[in-house]
C-alpha cells in the first residue's frame, strides 16, 4: 500500500511515524515534508495547497490512501480535490472543515443545537465592536474568525487592550483575512483539557486526552503560541468529564454537522474548559492538534489506517480504540524569539542519543535536510521531544532528559510544560 501524507511539521511526523508502524504500508510518501520525516518517507517537493500538483502526483505514483495533516488545504478544499479525482483521502471536505475554518460558524452550530459554550457576539464591522466593547465585561477573548495558525485568539483584561486587539485583527489585518469576522467572547476559567477523535460521519470515537500549553514563556506568560508542548492523559478528565461530554458534546456536534448537510469524516479536535458549569467547548479543529498528536498517537495500539480507512468507509462502529496504559510527555525545542521573529538555518546535533531507546521520539516541526546531509532550523517551533513514561511523572522526567540531548543555536525551551500534573489529585 502506498500512503501520500500532506503537510510538514510535528503532527505529520508523529502521524508518519504511525502510518510506518503499519504492516499494511510499504511506501509513504510526504509533501512536503520536513528532515526528520524524511528517514522515514520519500519527500515531496509540492506544497501543501498545490491541489492540481498534489492530485496529479497521487494519480502518477497510484497512491492508494492520503492523509491530510493540515488545517490550511482542508479548509481549501483539498479533500473535495481529491474525491473529484477518484483518490481515496483522509479529512473533512471543505463544507466540513468550515467547523474549525471559521470561528463564527461554530459558535452558531452550537448555539442552535445546545452544545455548552461561551457566550459570544459576532462582528463584521470594526465599528460595532469598539462599540460592544464600552458595555462588555473584562476579561474578554477576541478571536479572529478565521486561520490563523493557532495565534488569532486574544485574551484582553482592559478595555484598553480590547480596543488594540480589535484594531489589530479588523484594522491591521495582524492576521490577515481570517480578521475580515470576529467572535468576541466571554472569558471562561478552569482546566483546558484536549480531546481528540476520529469521526465517521456518524459514529465518534475518542481518543486519549492530552492538555496544552499554548503560551510561549514559562508560567503560562507571553505571547500565544502553535503550542510549546503537551501531555497526555490528562489527570483532570475524569469519568465524570467523559461522560458529561459524550452525552452533551461530541456526538451532539457529529449530529449538528450531519443535519445541517456537513457529513464530517476525519478528526475533530475538541479544546474544552473545565469550568465550574461543568466543560464548555472553547473551539474545535478539524484536524490532529500539534503537538497533541506527538503524544496522543504513539499510546495508540491500532493500526492507524485501519482506523482511518474506516472513517473514510463509514464502518467506524466495527472497530474499538486502544491505548497503552502509560503517559506521554511533549517538550517543544523552538527558536529564541518565537512566535514572533528568530534566525534559521543553524545545525541541530544530538539525535543520534534517540536511536535504539523506546518510548523516546524526537519530531522534527521545523526542520530542513542541509547540502552536506545535515539537519538545520527551518522555522520557530523546531522539534518536538516526547518521551513515555508509567505515569505522567515519569513521562515528564524523560522528556526533559531527552530535550536535554538536543543542541542548536537560539534554541528555546518551557521548563514547566506538565507543571500542572503535580497539582493533580494523586
Not at 500500500?1 to 508502524?21: D, N, P, Q, T
Not at 492508494?64 to 480535490?81: E, N, Q, R
Not at 465518534?204 to 497526555?232: E, P, V, W, Y
Request: proline letters at 3%.
Amino acid at each position: 500500500m502506498k500512503v501520500l501524507i500532506v503537510g510538514s511539521g510535528g503532527r505529520e511526523h508523529a502521524i508518519a511515524a504511525s502510518v510506518a508502524k503499519s504492516s499494511r504500508v510499504d511506501q509513504i510518501y510526504c509533501a512536503p515534508g520536513n528532515a526528520g520525516i524524511g528517514r522515514i518517507a520519500e519527500c515531496v517537493p509540492i506544497g501543501a495547497m498545490e491541489f492540481e500538483k498534489l492530485t496529479a502526483f497521487a494519480k502518477e505514483m497510484a497512491i492508494d490512501f492520503t492523509i491530510i495533516g493540515m488545517d490550511d488545504p482542508l479548509a481549501g478544499g483539498i479533500v473535495d480535490a481529491f474525491e473529484a479525482e477518484g483518490l481515496k483521502v483522509f479529512g473533512p471536505r471543505k463544507n466540513a472543515a468550515i467547523l474549525e475554518g471559521s470561528k463564527a460558524f461554530s459558535k452558531d452550530l452550537m448555539k442552535k443545537y445546545g452544545i455548552p459554550t461561551a457566550a459570544y457576539e459576532t462582528f463584521d464591522d470594526p465599528a460595532a465592536a469598539f462599540s460592544y466593547l464600552e458595555t462588555a465585561r473584562f476579561p474578554i477573548v477576541l478571536k479572529a474568525d478565521g486561520l490563523a495558525l493557532g495565534k488569532g485568539v486574544l485574551i484582553c483584561n482592559t478595555k484598553e487592550e480590547a480596543r488594540r486587539g480589535v484594531k489589530e485583527i479588523m484594522e491591521d489585518k495582524k492576521f490577515g483575512s481570517a480578521g475580515n469576522q470576529m467572535v468576541v467572547e466571554e472569558f471562561m476559567t478552569g482546566r483546558e483539557v484536549s480531546v481528540l477523535s476520529f469521526v465517521d460521519g456518524k459514529t465518534i470515537q475518542i481518543l486519549s486526552s492530552a492538555q496544552d500549553h499554548k503560551r510561549a514563556l514559562d508560567g503560562d506568560k507571553g505571547l500565544n503560541t502553535g503550542g510549546m508542548g503537551t501531555f497526555s492523559p490528562s489527570p483532570f478528565y475524569t469519568e465524570e468529564v467523559d461522560q458529561f461530554c459524550k452525552e452533551r458534546i461530541y456526538q451532539k456536534t457529529v449530529d449538528a454537522m450531519a443535519a445541517e448537510g456537513r457529513e464530517f469524516k476525519g478528526v475533530i479536535f475538541f479544546g474544552l474548559m473545565l469550568t465550574e458549569d461543568g466543560p464548555k467547548v472553547l473551539e474545535y479543529n478539524a484536524r490532529f492538534g500539534d503537538p497533541e498528536a506527538q503524544v496522543v498517537l504513539p499510546r495508540m495500539k491500532n493500526d492507524i489506517i485501519d482506523v482511518m480507512e474506516a472513517c473514510v468507509d463509514g464502518t467506524l462502529d466495527q472497530l474499538t480504540l486502544e491505548f497503552e496504559d502509560n503517559a506521554a510527555v511533549c517538550v517543544v525545542l523552538a527558536s529564541e524569539g518565537y512566535p514572533v521573529s528568530y534566525e534559521k538555518g543553524f545545525a541541530v546535533t544530538g539525535e543520534e542519543q534517540f536511536e535504539g531507546r523506546d518510548g523516546y521520539y524526537c519530531f522534527h516541526a521545523g526542520t530542513k535536510q542541509g547540502e552536506d546531509g545535515s539537519v538545520l532550523t527551518n522555522g520557530g517551533r523546531v522539534l518536538g521531544v516526547t518521551a513515555k513514561g508509567r505515569d505522567l511523572k515519569e513521562a515528564r522526567a524523560n522528556a526533559y532528559v531527552a530535550a536535554e540531548w538536543i543542541s542548536f543555536e537560539n534554541k528555546y525551551m518551557r521548563h514547566d510544560i506538565g507543571k500542572a500534573i503535580d497539582e493533580a489529585k494523586e
